[in-house]
């Protein structure tokens, strides 16, 4: 597959990554309340530099880019704090104060970007907040923009369905995503040209205090018109597009589109390389369609929660045409070619997009990639098999690494011929050959080391950054161990923001079945506050090792064996280890069916092991 670069002469997004431009925090460092530095920004001096042999020049091009901080204005009236975060803060002035966009990940760097702004444009209020959809980097810091006691009388508005997404994902897959998401984001690299350089969506993730304030206004249609402090704004909904609750909206009266994360600089995921729920592309393309109509003749800059703004109404419809042809031709091709037999795995090698959009440089493969895109497509319609009886059965990692490793002649002459692979230049198949010698043997030091030389190869050739910190990160591991670092994305608000619904499903996803297959046990909780009723019943039913919920206000046909009657706070200090009497909860029935019921919950090791066994 021939590689077509778009033109390293063309300098419009250097011009438009500066336009603007205010002035940057100095120095560009955010620390915690206990002197913990949760965001360095002047980490990424190196990327002034010319790129080194240890990186691809497009994604040291796009570091570049990413890398600018400091406060811009987009147009009379809107300005975006860039640089403080993988996100950008927009802040929109109004009648009496100003309405903040996407607040960042953390408390501590969103604070510092409104004091950014507040530097410069003076010590204005927060009236209005707007969360653009449900991914925890446009919302996490709203305490450091509206801290404890000040929210009230303070709409803010999300689109439909935002607090239930907000908060599910960790419920359910969100210890395996977190340790996953440390090698999607290069958790715990170091910051050097043969490190950590971005993460094609910005730099990388803050490390500070997530928080979570509860929208007061739901966007529910497309043509939902809210004014805020005066600012008149115009809502597009794209639910099922780059999240599954979000929404594009324009500011009428300055002429300018706010994109949220549907059309940023960088070709998007599909499905993230930390795991998700697989998003439809062809949705997707169908929004963008969508607003390049709905909004036409109405703006003159397009902006995002990601990257720098376009400016000019035709340059913001082509840069919206081919995101949107972006999305559209990986779905249909891939459902072309899978019609036709081709696997996910096959496909990914065969497709190509086409040259105009291969030499744009906004659809190159910085966040998400061709490749795995792809086989999301794929996996989104056909699932992980593959329909070969071949792959249908397999051995696990472990004892197919062992068989393997036998067939190559045992781990001497398997080595021999992984490093042979890599001197001629097929990495991957080095690669495939090295993780099977370690799986088979993970105190193999030689294979060990080979792998790690290996995968430093592959991540400084990587013009995807989220490849090339996961190779870094996988080298790392091999070569230091497991170091512990982590993203954390907990807090109490994010806590009492989930339903008792999915409280009671982080207890069942985390029961040990096999030691709870004998038991039995029936249990309800009456819950005395939240959005349904006062006193609505959960009963939850262990049997088989399976703990099942239902929700009912109607008094129940048969007797629990415990009867709860608490508040969700006192539910959320139960799952925390604190007793019904500590919590003054009332009580009816046998007390030691809870301590039971829990007995066979587990703990995850939030550090399980990746590149070996």
């Not at 908060?167 to 897959?173: C, G, I, R, T």
């Not at 205090?209 to 004014?227: A, F, M, Y």
């Not at 706070?569 to 029935?589: D, N, V």
């Amino acid at each position: 597959m021939t590689e077509t670069l778009p033109s390293f002469g063309d300098t419009t997004d250097f011009e438009n990554a500066d336009r603007g431009f205010l002035g940057a925090l100095v120095p560009g460092v955010v620390t915690a309340g206990d002197g913990r530095v949760i965001w360095d920004g002047d980490a990424y001096g190196f990327l002034k530099e010319p790129c080194p042999e240890t990186a691809h020049p497009s994604l040291w091009r796009q570091g570049q880019l990413a890398a600018r901080q400091g406060l811009y204005e987009v147009t009379a009236g809107i300005y975006q704090v860039r640089g403080l975060d993988i996100s950008n803060m927009t802040i929109v002035e109004g009648e009496r104060g100003v309405v903040v966009v996407d607040p960042l990940i953390s408390v501590e760097t969103a604070a510092a970007a409104l004091a950014l702004y507040r530097e410069h444009r003076g010590d204005r209020p927060v009236t209005g907040v707007v969360y653009t959809h449900s991914h925890g980097d446009h919302f996490g810091g709203v305490r450091g923009v509206l801290p404890h006691g000040t929210e009230e009388g303070v709409p803010i508005l999300a689109p439909a369905g935002f607090l239930e997404h907000a908060v599910s994902e960790n419920v359910y897959a969100g210890t395996a995503m977190t340790r996953r998401a440390s090698y999607m984001y290069g958790v715990g690299l170091p910051k050097a040209p043969d490190g950590q350089i971005g993460v094609g969506l910005g730099q990388a993730t803050s490390t500070g205090t997530i928080s979570l304030i509860p929208p007061t206004v739901d966007i529910t249609e497309t043509g939902q018109e809210e004014t805020v402090d005066g600012v008149r704004i115009v809502f597009q909904l794209t639910p099922g597009t780059e999240a599954p609750a979000e929404m594009n909206f324009l500011f009428p009266d300055h002429r300018a589109l706010c994109l949220a994360e549907n059309a940023t600089h960088t070709l998007h995921n599909v499905l993230t390389l930390r795991g998700a729920v697989v998003r439809d592309s062809r949705v997707w393309a169908r929004y963008l369609d969508e607003a390049i109509e709905y909004f036409h003749g109405r703006y003159d800059v397009g902006f995002a929660s990601h990257h720098w703004p376009t400016w000019g109404h035709d340059a913001v419809v082509r840069f919206l045409e081919e995101q949107r042809d972006l999305y559209a031709y990986m779905h249909d091709q891939t459902l072309r070619l899978l019609n036709e037999g081709h696997t996910g795995v096959e496909i990914a090698e065969r497709i190509e997009l086409p040259p105009a959009l291969r030499k744009a440089w906004h659809a190159r493969g910085y966040y998400g990639s061709l490749s795995h895109n792809v086989k999301a497509i794929y996996q989104r319609y056909l699932g992980w098999y593959d329909g070969n009886p071949a792959h249908l059965w397999e051995h696990p990692p472990v004892e197919l690494a062992r068989r393997y490793v036998d067939v190559a002649g045992g781990p001497a002459n398997a080595l021999a011929k992984a490093r042979a692979y890599a001197e001629d230049g097929d990495l991957r198949f080095a690669a495939t050959l090295l993780g099977h010698l370690v799986f088979a043997d993970p105190e193999n030091q030689e294979a060990k080391e080979a792998l790690t030389g290996v995968y430093q190869r592959l991540g400084h050739g990587a013009e995807n950054a989220t490849w090339r910190n996961v190779y870094l990160r996988g080298a790392q591991e091999l070569r230091e161990g497991l170091t512990g670092d982590m993203v954390d994305m907990t807090n109490p608000e994010m806590a009492m923001a989930l339903t008792v619904p999915m409280l009671i499903d982080s207890v069942a996803i985390a029961i040990d079945g096999p030691r709870a297959w004998d038991d039995t046990l029936v249990i309800d909780l009456v819950v005395t506050d939240g959005p349904a009723a006062a006193g609505t019943r959960h009963r939850l039913t262990l049997r088989h090792g399976a703990l099942t919920h239902r929700e009912s206000a109607a008094p129940p046909r048969t007797p629990a064996g415990l009867t709860l009657t608490l508040a969700k706070a006192q539910l959320l200090g139960l799952l925390a280890g604190r007793t019904t009497e500590e919590l003054g909860i009332g009580t009816e029935g046998d007390p030691a069916l809870l301590a039971r019921l829990l007995s066979y919950r587990t703990v995850p090791d939030p550090a399980f092991p990746i590149v070996t066994p």
